[in-house]
């Protein structure tokens, strides 16, 4: 699945929340700060990691691409 974004760059956080992976920004402090996000196959901690079209997002088993508009 693919999430096309409108800039070059989108925090974590908002692009959790625009690709529906999460439901508010609360909820996606707690599952990246609990470890359960990965960016590129790596753990992700940080909510504020500027992604660019191609990285590849993962929570609970769900892949979503960042894509262009």
């Given at each position: ?5 409108r ?43 500027q ?19």
């Amino acid at each position: 699945m693919t999430v096309p974004i409108r800039d070059e760059s989108i925090r974590l956080g908002q692009f959790l929340k625009l690709a529906n992976m999460i439901d508010s920004g609360a909820e996606a402090k707690m599952v990246i700060a609990d470890g359960e996000v990965t960016v590129n196959g790596e753990v992700e901690l940080r909510r504020g990691r500027q992604l660019r079209v191609g990285d590849i997002v993962t929570v609970g088993g769900v892949s979503v691409t960042v894509a262009t508009e």
